[in-house]
């Protein structure tokens, strides 16, 4: 493999970079490096209906097996807990009175009912340990089949694109469905708000309709707010309501979730954009920020446990958390949601590759997602991946890559955003880019914010065999380049990775794509004696 440095591929490589910022330079960083969240929450849990209780509570489980959990979550640095109790199945951890709401069971109704519902044991148990209770909404959960109450009934309440009890939010009754849920808990249980999760499946009005629909779902968040400020009276307390959205607004634009009215509004009192299923290196979280640091509400944007589309055994780490955080916090996170993060301890429940012993063990790795500067100096790790090599749940393409032909001139470029400082003294750090189709003969030069990489400075590697799927997402036959990474040139926030081909390249097949970077830091360590 050749890698080469001269100047005359630097003129060409500008002009790639042009495209996304100033000639031979980085996108100008929008992040900060001195972060101030807001508020005292930095932790919110999102609970799935019945996989954590399923993975966690004995079969005989009773109301002390879910106060311990709820314990345990405590001691590991939960703030908010938010417990998903309604989707398309129907509604979960307590039983409803409302004749269009049916009760779908879990593992939480193994409680004997003398002991009463299981989300009145939690509410009690939460406020008990001064943590919140938020009951969550599935709001367009598309699960297959399993739909009860008045969403199995009305087939014409359906969004037609989907079908399977889609709910259609452009109906009146579904609306209504929804709301009278609200006032049903609101009535019954002393919760401290909601969470209605529009990321489960994203779609909430037919696609057609979806961008002048945006009145719609305002004027239904209106609803619920007088609804919460009204209950929040007689309380003596507020009622908080937040919004788990897609990760751009973009995305909420087009699928009718106009979120800057919600938050300018004072509709919403946090709102925890992120991916259908996978956590975002890249994310701009930043966008946000700039509308709820000028409201009241905060921004807690979410990690997942699970990579990216195609890699059935890859979960994050701490290091993956610690990394991923990082930027999030300094694009303006007030702190950091999650959601299933039951996945760490996945063969409590089925077959899931992750050990039974996640359990409580991952969840003590929240304590890591505080924003603090308790853990600067353990090392970070930092996942560029293609989210979806298939089209996106929100119906976006979300599979950054550089595609070059093989053939003189090719060449393409790669955002990463890394909120670190590389000039600090012995901090260690290193860029690592897998080329899928790439050859030993190919003739490629590596190029950062502009400055050229020297060949002599990177490792290689050649793969013949590709990466099955044991060792993660497969790949066929590629190469991995392993780069060396210090300031400058690489700057705190968004880099420029940029590639071209020099010359005529290998035999290899097909186009040479590199569509997965990792970032690796190690901050200096003190030696004390």
């Given at each position: 493999?050749?890698i080469?440095f ?7 490589v500008t002009?790639?970079?042009?495209l ?7 996108a100008?960083?929008a992040l900060?490096?001195?972060p ?5 929450i ?5 609970s799935?209906a019945?996989?954590?209780a399923?993975s966690?509570l ?15 979550l405590?001691s590991c640095g939960?703030?908010f807990?938010?417990?998903?109790v ?6 979960c951890?307590?039983w409803?009175?409302h004749p269009?709401h049916a009760h779908?069971a879990?593992?939480?109704d193994k ?16 406020h ?5 209770f938020?009951?969550?909404f599935r ?5 297959n089949g ?9 087939q014409?309440l359906w969004?037609p694109d989907?079908g ?6 452009t ?11 609200v ?5 019954r249980f002393?919760v401290d708000g ?11 009005f ?5 961008r ?7 004027k ?6 007088e609804k919460?400020?009204?209950a ?10 937040g ?7 973009e995305?909420?634009?087009?699928l009718?979730y106009d ?14 954009p992120c991916?259908?299923?996978y956590t975002?290196?890249?994310a701009k ?6 509308l709820?640091?000028e ?5 807690y944007p979410a990690?997942?446990?699970v990579?990216?589309w195609?890699?059935?055994?890859g ?5 993956n958390y610690?990394a991923?955080c ?7 996170a ?8 039951q996945?760490h ?8 590759p992750?050990s039974e012993s996640?359990?409580?063990t991952s969840?003590a790795?929240?304590?890591?997602m505080r ?14 991946l293609?989210l ?9 393409v979300?599979?950054?890559r550089?595609?070059l032909?093989?053939?003189e001139?090719?060449?393409g ?7 670190e ?7 260690a750090a290193e860029?690592?880019?897998?080329a899928?189709?790439a050859?030993q003969?190919d ?7 502009g400055t050229a990489?020297?060949?002599d400075?990177?490792?290689t590697i050649f793969?013949?065999?590709?990466r099955?799927?044991e060792?993660?997402r497969?790949?066929?036959?590629h ?13 705190f ?12 390249g290998?035999?290899?097949?097909g186009?040479?794509?590199i569509?997965?970077l990792?970032?690796?830091i190690?901050?200096?360590w003190?030696?004390?004696?």
């Amino acid at each position: 493999m050749l890698i080469l440095f001269s100047k005359r591929l630097f003129v060409a490589v500008t002009v790639v970079i042009t495209l996304c910022s100033a000639p031979g330079e980085a996108a100008e960083p929008a992040l900060t490096q001195n972060p101030k969240p807001r508020g005292d929450i930095r932790i919110v849990y999102v609970s799935d209906a019945d996989s954590d209780a399923r993975s966690v509570l004995p079969e005989n489980a009773t109301a002390d097996h879910l106060r311990a959990h709820i314990d345990v979550l405590a001691s590991c640095g939960v703030d908010f807990y938010a417990q998903d109790v309604f989707q398309k199945h129907g509604v979960c951890w307590f039983w409803p009175e409302h004749p269009d709401h049916a009760h779908f069971a879990g593992q939480v109704d193994k409680i004997p009912r003398a002991d009463g519902p299981p989300i009145k044991i939690a509410v009690e148990q939460c406020h008990k340990l001064g943590i919140k209770f938020l009951p969550v909404f599935r709001m367009a959960d598309r699960h297959n089949g399993g739909q009860q109450g008045l969403i199995a009934r009305r087939q014409d309440l359906w969004n037609p694109d989907f079908g399977d009890a889609a709910m259609d939010y452009t109906h009146d009754e579904i609306r209504d469905w929804v709301f009278e849920l609200v006032e049903e808990i609101v009535r019954r249980f002393d919760v401290d708000g909601f969470e209605f999760t529009y990321t489960r499946w994203m779609h909430c009005f037919p696609k057609s309709k979806a961008r002048e629909s945006h009145p719609i779902m305002t004027k239904f968040l209106r609803r619920v707010r007088e609804k919460l400020d009204d209950a929040g009276r007689e309380k003596g307390r507020q009622l908080l309501l937040g919004a788990r959205v897609p990760q751009t607004l973009e995305e909420c634009h087009a699928l009718g979730y106009d979120v800057p009215t919600w938050i300018k509004e004072g509709l919403i009192d946090y709102v925890a954009p992120c991916d259908f299923f996978y956590t975002d290196f890249n994310a701009k979280y930043e966008e946000f920020a700039v509308l709820t640091r000028e409201s009241a509400c905060m921004l807690y944007p979410a990690v997942h446990p699970v990579t990216c589309w195609g890699d059935e055994i890859g979960i994050l780490q701490p290091r993956n958390y610690r990394a991923a955080c990082r930027n999030m916090y300094a694009a303006g996170a007030d702190g950091i949601s999650q959601f299933n993060y039951q996945y760490h301890f996945g063969r409590r429940r089925s077959g899931y590759p992750w050990s039974e012993s996640g359990y409580p063990t991952s969840l003590a790795w929240l304590r890591q997602m505080r924003g603090t500067h308790e853990f600067d100096d353990l090392p970070r790790h930092y996942l560029f991946l293609p989210l979806w090599s298939k089209r996106s749940p929100s119906g976006f393409v979300k599979n950054d890559r550089i595609v070059l032909k093989r053939e003189e001139g090719s060449a393409g470029s790669y955002r990463f955003r890394i909120a670190e400082d590389l000039s600090e003294p012995g901090v260690a750090a290193e860029l690592i880019a897998r080329a899928s189709n790439a050859t030993q003969q190919d003739k490629l030069t590596f190029w950062i914010n502009g400055t050229a990489v020297p060949s002599d400075d990177i490792k290689t590697i050649f793969h013949g065999q590709g990466r099955p799927a044991e060792f993660g997402r497969p790949l066929g036959p590629h190469g991995v380049f392993m780069i060396p990474l210090a300031s400058p040139p690489v700057v705190f926030g968004d880099n420029i990775l940029a590639v071209t081909v020099d010359g005529k390249g290998g035999e290899g097949e097909g186009d040479i794509v590199i569509d997965e970077l990792e970032v690796t830091i190690v901050p200096p360590w003190t030696r004390v004696d």
